[in-house]
Every structure is written in structure tokens, then in C-alpha cells.
Nanobody, 121 residues
Framework: QVQLVESGGGLVQPGDSLRLSCAAS????????MGWYRQAPGKERELVAR???????MYTDSVKGRFTISRDNAKNTVYLQMNSLKPEDTAVYYCNAMVSSLSWAPPTNYWGQGTQVTVSS
């Protein structure tokens, strides 16, 4: 079993920055890719950013130029640096990871418990 533990959420003002972290632990052979999703009240969960094991990244259009995703493969940890935060970034942010627990097994999709980010003046 694999656990994803997120940290770094909070209440900030528009224009401020936050850094989210998510560490994967448990039975891990390899982490294929990791990412961040978010879900605002009354809306569906949406992709924010993903990073592959080789370092390739992708972002949803609304965060391009403001958010940066990175990972530390040695620590099985993914980060989301969020700058110039806007009220519309308010949501619960979820960490996601595709993890193989055995060398011969296909990766399994795991989710963190979520961390609240609130941007308000």
C-alpha cells in the first residue's frame, strides 16, 4: 500500500505565494508520474499540473506562468509552487501519483487526502 501525505495549504491574500508538498511512502518500486488536481465548491475536480518521471511537465492554462511543479525522485516527493495567487485558485488541492509497488506490476493510481487553499482579501 502507498500513502500520499500533502502539506502547505492555507489562507493567503491575492498576489501571495504558497508551496504545496506531497510525499509518497509505503511499498514503492517506482513512481511513474505525479501531479496536482483541485476541486472548488460545486465544481468537478480538475488537473492543475503533472510531472513525469523524466521531468516533463504539463499545466492547465489558468495556472501557466504562475504555478511550477517539481519533484524530488529520491524522496518520492512532488511540489507545487504557486505564485500570484488569485481568488479563483481557491480549492481543495489533491496530490496524485501513479506508483508501481512491484517491478512486474503495472502502476496504480493513488490520491492524497487533500489540502485546502483559500485566497481571499
Amino acid at each position: 500500500q502507498v500513502q500520499l501525505v500533502e502539506s502547505g495549504g492555507g489562507l493567503v491574500q491575492p498576489g501571495d505565494s504558497l508551496r504545496l508538498s506531497c510525499a509518497a511512502s509505503g511499498r514503492i518500486f517506482s513512481v511513474v508520474d505525479m501531479g496536482w488536481y483541485r476541486q472548488a465548491p460545486g465544481k468537478e475536480r480538475e488537473l492543475v499540473a503533472r510531472i513525469l518521471s523524466g521531468g516533463s511537465t504539463m499545466y492547465t492554462d489558468s495556472v501557466k506562468g504562475r504555478f511550477t511543479i517539481s519533484r524530488d525522485n529520491a524522496k518520492n516527493t512532488v511540489y507545487l509552487q504557486m505564485n500570484s495567487l488569485k481568488p479563483e485558485d481557491t480549492a481543495v488541492y489533491y496530490c496524485n501519483a501513479m506508483v508501481s509497488s512491484l517491478s512486474w506490476a503495472p502502476p496504480t493510481n493513488y490520491w492524497g487526502q487533500g489540502t485546502q487553499v483559500t485566497v481571499s482579501s
